[in-house]
Every structure is written in C-alpha cells, then in structure tokens.
C-alpha cells in the first residue's frame, strides 16, 4: 500500500474548520485514501473514505486533488471532542496500516 | 450503523495464564475480523487477519501459537493471549469487514473499543 505523510500535530480553535492535511504522492490508481480517528485510550472510529471524488458525511469532508497525490480533511465546525489523532490510510488491499497519524488538539 | 464490540474492555492477569478477548459484529456479519495491538505511545500494528471458518493469516512476527485466534462465527472472533508474560501488556483492538463488493457496508473496517491488557 502506498504510505503517507502527515504533519505530527496541528491545532484550531473551536468552533473554526480543521483542514488536515495528507500526502500520498505514489499512490495508485485502485487504492482508497481512508482517514480515521483515536481518541485517547479508544479504538479507531472511522470518518470517511474516497477514491477520486471529494466526499462528505455528517461527520467531515474529504477534498482528494486531482492527480490524487494528496487529500485534506476538513472538520467545518470543530468541537472539543474532536481532539484526536487523525490517520490517513491508503488502501488497495484489506489491509489498514497505521501511520503515526497527526494530532489535532482543539482549544477553546 | 456498523458497531463492534469487545469483552472485556480491560484485564489484569498474572504472568503464564492464558486471557480471552472477545470481538463481535452487532449489527452486520463480518467475513473477516482483524486484530491490532498498540503499545503506549505507538500507532496499531496488525497482528492477524481472521476470515470466518478459516484459520488466521499473521502478521510477521507474530507467534501463531502465542496469540491463538478463532473466528467461528460471522459475528464473533476472539483471541487467546497464551502463557501472558509482562511485555505482552497492551491495548488490544479488533475491527471487522463485511463482505467486500456484496455486503452493505463495503470494505470499511470498523473497530472496537478495544481491551487493555495488564499482566503482572
């Protein structure tokens, strides 16, 4: 699968969109870009995935570009809650291997 | 909605038994299940890829006769941490998939909650 880059950590005030951004520049054209999320001590909740179009659900928005290389997910409102490690996944096969993943922290 | 569960969600044991993790599908049959362990501070590493009625396909590195897997059912695996001994404490996490192409939640993974494992 191809890998990804995130930054380590990024922060936003509450209430203000979370635009998080992932790099996967050698993607291929079958593989799935997936983002899900940990909150502390919990296991992974998923958000969304897509293949080449953007995508949004109640949870967030998934911006893919056109040659596919990166993505940004986008929290429009983000709440406390939303304080969490953020992984961006491609996935060609069944398996999801992990990154490190980006931490956002939202404050108040 | 796709919920998975896990039983317990955390357990202390002495060193040399054996624990039992449960993982089960509540509202969807999931084909294959996957089971992930996270040390503190690291991102989750896959242990093994169960598909139901087979046996488990591991990651390498991982001891097939350590971490017993069994996935009888569409809606139930669990995992079987033999002769525990303290470096195999950690937090234990399953997720499942419908069936890919045909099932109605496609090939999303979903994860449990996941179970922290203490072996004293």
């Known amino acids: 699968d191809a890998k990804t880059t995130q930054p380590p950590s990024m922060d936003c005030a509450e209430g203000r969109a979370a635009n998080l951004p992932c790099n996967h520049s050698t993607i291929s054209g079958n593989e799935y870009v997936y983002w899900y999320r940990q909150i502390h001590s919990q296991g992974p909740q998923y958000i969304i995935h897509?293949?080449?179009n953007n995508e949004t659900n109640e949870m967030a928005s998934l911006i893919i570009t056109e040659d596919r290389k990166s993505s940004t997910l986008i929290l429009p409102h983000a709440t406390l809650r939303d304080t969490a490690v953020y992984y961006c996944?491609?996935?060609?096969?069944?398996?999801?291997?992990f990154g490190k993943g980006i931490t956002l922290s939202v404050r108040p | 909605g796709a919920v998975v569960s896990q039983h317990p969600s955390w357990v202390i044991c002495k060193s040399g038994t054996s624990v039992k993790i449960e993982c089960r599908s509540l509202?969807?049959?999931?084909?294959?299940m996957f089971w992930y362990r996270q040390f503190p501070k690291q991102s989750l590493m896959l242990m093994a890829t169960?598909?139901?009625?087979?046996?488990?396909?591991?990651e390498q590195g991982v001891e097939k006769d350590k971490f017993l897997i069994n996935h009888a059912s569409l809606t139930l695996s669990t995992l079987t941490v033999t002769s525990a001994h303290p470096e195999d404490s950690s937090f234990y996490i399953c997720?499942?998939?419908?069936?890919?192409?045909?099932?109605?939640?496609?090939?999303?993974?979903?994860f449990g909650p996941g179970t922290r494992l203490t072996v004293l």
């Open positions: 509202d969807f049959q999931a084909t294959t």
């Open positions: 997720s499942a998939r419908d069936a890919p192409g045909t099932g109605r939640l496609g090939d999303t993974q979903y």
């Open positions: 169960s598909n139901e009625g087979s046996k488990a396909t591991y």
């Open positions: 897509g293949l080449k």
């Open positions: 996944i491609v996935k060609a096969n069944s398996k999801l291997t």
